[in-house]
């Protein structure tokens, strides 16, 4: 798991920074579990991308809301 702090969080995504003493740091979005899904180029792109997933059912990595079995 990387041990950067978590910027923006929103359902299973996180934006942390890589690397923060860089000057051209990129920004990652990591899910719970610490795998690594996504580069942005800053925070913004890495935050919009999250917000996206996180509104979008048919997402990839989205499951259906529902009722569990």
Known sequence: MLS???????GPYRVIANDPDADGRLYVVVDTAGAWLREGPSFETARAWVDHRSLDPGAPGRRP?????
């Open 65 to 69: 809301a529902g009722p569990s079995r």
């Open 4 to 10: 950067s702090p978590v910027l923006y969080a929103r």
